[in-house]
Antibody, heavy 118, light 108 residues
Framework: QVQLVHSGAEVKKPGASVKVSCKAS????????MHWVRQAPGQGLEWMGR????????NYAQEFQGRVTMTRDTSISTAYMDLSRLRSDDTAVYYC???????????WGQGTLVTVSS | EIVLTQSPATLSLSPGERATLSCGAS???????LAWYQQKPGLAPRLLIY???SRATGIPDRFSGSGSGTDFTLTISRLEPEDFAVYYC?????????FGQGTRVEIK
């Protein structure tokens, strides 16, 4: 069965960086785009970008350009999202989500809570 | 970017009633590229509907989607206790992918 398992919660200070991982299992990791979506406390869903695990090609939402880097390690079927220059409004749950090819997301990880606080 | 506006923000209904959720787009959503997700507290979203009206694997047939262009609807024919949750629409025809702000379906 498809599973996406996130790394644990993080607490960071403003200006720091955070790297969240998402380990995939139950399918061919390189066969599906992986997206990152975040959700601030009590708020809606915000798309951050995606990576093609096969090629490593990425597309980022304009809001995060210059601050986000998405990478992958195909040897361990893991995707990573690195967000730099953290601000308090980056406090959110960060989800990875698999795209089965048409643009929607059929499986989601359990999410990683990132708290940015001085 | 395409802005999705969901209405109402909150829907108060009783189990067994019909729920009708709306999602309006600021411009036409291309290629019927609209999905609906359900989210319960503390959990990740779950895909319900894709391509406007196709149910995802394992989704009961009381959930149905319809619409085209800029107006879309998610209908839950008879609410079950487990259906009380927040619902989001998402368009994926145009980058960036965008989500609506959500409709909360609560028990009346």
């Amino acid at each position: 069965q498809v599973q996406l398992v996130h790394s644990g919660a993080e607490v960071k200070k403003p200006g720091a960086s955070v790297k969240v991982s998402c380990k995939a299992s139950g399918y061919t990791f390189t066969g599906y785009f992986m997206h990152w979506v975040r959700q601030a406390p009590g708020q809606g869903l915000e798309w951050m970008g995606r990576i093609n695990p096969n090629s490593g090609d990425t597309n980022y939402a304009q809001e995060f350009q210059g601050r986000v880097t998405m990478t992958r390690d195909t040897s361990i079927s893991t995707a990573y999202m690195d967000l730099s220059r953290l601000r308090s409004d980056d406090t959110a749950v960060y989800y990875c989500a698999r795209e089965p090819g048409a643009g929607y997301f059929d499986f989601w990880g359990q999410g990683t809570l990132v708290t940015v606080s001085s | 970017e395409i802005v999705l506006t969901q209405s109402p923000a909150t829907l108060s209904l009783s189990p067994g009633e019909r729920a009708t959720l709306s999602c309006g787009a600021s411009q036409s959503v291309s290629s019927s590229s609209l999905a609906w997700y359900q989210q319960k507290p503390g959990l990740a979203p779950r895909l319900l509907i894709y391509d406007v009206s196709s149910r995802a694997t394992g989704i009961p047939d009381r959930f149905s989607g319809s619409g085209s262009g800029t107006d879309f609807t998610l209908t839950i024919s008879r609410l079950e206790p487990e259906d009380f949750a927040v619902y989001y629409c998402q368009q994926y025809g145009t980058s960036p992918r965008t989500f609506g702000q959500g409709t909360r379906v609560e028990i009346k």
